[in-house]
Nanobody
Framework: QVRLLESGGGLVQAGDSLRLSCVASGRAFNSMGWFRQAPGKEREFVASITYSGSGKYYADSVKGRFTISRDNAKNTVYLQMNSLKSEDAAVYYC?????????????????WGQGTQVTVSS
């Protein structure tokens, strides 16, 4: 059974950093990524990474501040978030995709975690 389990969310102040982790069990995935959803908004793409780690993709809103990485030996993907802003506050979801091609649409991803809350106070 496939399961994605996120951790690392919390309450921080603007300008602080957080690192999210997501452990995948059941199988390895070609693509893993992070999405977020703020209250009243649609789920939006944040970042994704290929199996080798050579391909990394970011939403424009987080480029230069967030870094995605993965450790295949641990079947874990990370999201290092620096210089957090109030607009980064959301529930962050880990996602996995069987395909090797990257996609930013939430409907293109096959598996989802339950989400972890990130709150940023200004």
């Amino acid at each position: 059974q496939v399961r994605l389990l996120e951790s690392g969310g919390g309450l921080v102040q603007a300008g602080d950093s957080l690192r999210l982790s997501c452990v995948a069990s059941g199988r390895a995935f070609n693509s893993m990524g992070w999405f977020r959803q703020a209250p009243g908004k649609e789920r939006e793409f944040v970042a994704s990474i290929t199996y080798s780690g050579s391909g990394k993709y970011y939403a424009d809103s987080v480029k230069g501040r967030f870094t995605i990485s993965r450790d295949n030996a641990k079947n874990t993907v990370y999201l290092q978030m620096n210089s957090l802003k109030s607009e980064d506050a959301a529930v962050y979801y880990c996602a996995a995709r069987r395909s090797t091609t990257q996609a930013t649409g939430a409907s293109m991803w096959d598996y989802w975690g339950q989400g972890t809350q990130v709150t940023v106070s200004s």
